[in-house]
């Protein structure tokens, strides 16, 4: 059972095959998954049966996609979800033997992108791992678009008073301010609002 609509199965990204940290406490279910995720061209790069091992890993190794099962020791599941999710450092996937409404949105909770219910099949676990890595994908890029908007709103802000205490402290007019930014930005080869900053701080003014 996955969090979210199906994608289509792609084991491997323009660097290579998908890298997968696997983290389940019961070593048949382990090899299983393991061999699943070898048959299908990923790379298991780490595994463990312990929860604070498998961010460990996480941390070292940079998989793509964390496979965690709830209940182990040192740490469950869900704290360490919680973990790699906050961190960002990479998709995460739950395995867990219980099917409660509330462990489901304990997952959501912990930043699970998606999670399978043993027993499972192999048909079930490859969604799955495809729609963790889909949805992760889509917070990184939208996380990326929104640091990249306030970069840009701070700087035309920047921008905006620089032109303001040239016009006011030095009788620019508008546009001229904007030229002195311009023209002294392309004189340094530096970034406009850089150049304003320096304006608004009282480093540069104009000659």
Known sequence: ???????????????GPVRVVLAEDEAIIRLDVKEILEEEGYEVV??????D???ELVRELKPDLAILD???????????ARTIAGERLC????????????????????GALAYLVKPFQ?????????MARGRFEQIVALERENA????????????DRAKGRLMDDHGLSEGASWRFLQKTAMDTR????????DVVEGALTPP
Not at 70 to 80: C, E, N, S, Y
Not at 153 to 159: G, Y
Not at 190 to 197: D, F, L, Q
């Open 1 to 15: 059972m996955t969090l979210g609509p199906e994608r289509a199965n792609v084991s491997t990204t323009s660097a």
């Open 46 to 51: 780490g595994e463990t049966g312990r929860g």
């Open 53 to 55: 091992q498998a961010v």
């Open 70 to 80: 709830i209940k182990m020791p040192g740490m469950d599941g869900l704290t360490a």
């Open 91 to 110: 998709a995460v996937l739950i395995l867990t033997a219980f099917s409660q409404h509330d462990l489901v949105e304990q997952a959501r909770e912990a």
């Open 122 to 130: 192999k048909s079930d676990l490859l969604p799955a791992i495809e």
């Open 148 to 159: 990249d908007l306030a970069q840009r709103l701070e700087a035309r802000k920047l921008i």
């Open 190 to 197: 530096r970034k406009i609002h850089e150049v304003a900053r």
